[in-house]
């Protein structure tokens, strides 16, 4: 399955009906996280459990879900990674910024805005990572 870099959360919601609506909650995390705003209208993808997926192994995977939402939203990078970003301003000391899902900003030294470059994640933080240029592209 291809997913749209446009994408701002993924969670797993029951359906519930209610006064004659179906609903579906969105976890209280991906508004505090920034990825959401209350009010606004958002494209929503339904996506069935997989059939080789029990109920047993559903809940495990809320459940982990759910441990690591106790420590607020998770960087979505991990050191080691690998990734092509695109540098869209420089910082106060003239390091290249690159958003990634959610705004999560990665400095990348060396760099200059309008560069694409590929990166290695080398040390992440709970609101930001660093990136060692790798690679330049056209």
Same mark, same amino acid.
């Given at each position: 399955?291809?997913?749209?870099?446009?994408?701002?959360?993924?969670?797993?919601?029951?359906?519930?009906?209610?006064?004659?609506?179906?609903?579906? =909650?969105? #976890?209280?995390?991906?508004?505090?996280? %920034?990825?959401? @705003? #209350?009010?606004?209208?958002?494209?929503?993808?339904?996506?069935?459990?997989?059939?080789?997926?029990?109920?047993?192994?559903?809940?495990?995977?809320?459940?982990?879900?759910?441990?690591?939402?106790?420590?607020? #939203?998770?960087?979505? *990078?991990? #050191?080691? =990674?690998?990734?092509?970003?695109?540098? !869209?301003?420089?910082?106060?000391?003239?390091? %290249?910024?690159?958003? *990634?899902?959610? %705004?999560?900003?990665?400095?990348?030294?060396?760099?200059? *805005?309008? @560069?694409?470059?590929?990166?290695?994640?080398? @040390? *992440?933080?709970?609101?930001?990572?660093?990136? !060692?240029?790798? @690679?330049?592209?056209?």
């Amino acid at each position: 399955m291809e997913i749209s870099e446009k994408l701002l959360c993924l969670f797993s919601a029951d359906v519930r009906e209610e006064d004659g609506e179906y609903v579906v =909650e969105v #976890p209280r995390r991906e508004v505090e996280a %920034g990825a959401l @705003e #209350p009010g606004e209208t958002y494209r929503v993808a339904f996506i069935s459990r997989s059939e080789s997926e029990t109920d047993e192994t559903a809940d495990k995977r809320v459940d982990a879900s759910a441990s690591r939402a106790d420590d607020g #939203p998770q960087p979505p *990078v991990e #050191p080691g =990674e690998m990734r092509y970003v695109e540098i !869209e301003d420089l910082g106060k000391q003239g390091d %290249g910024i690159a958003r *990634v899902e959610r %705004g999560y900003v990665i400095i990348v030294p060396d760099t200059e *805005v309008g @560069e694409r470059v590929k990166i290695e994640v080398t @040390e *992440v933080k709970s609101n930001f990572a660093v990136g !060692e240029v790798v @690679e330049e592209s056209a």
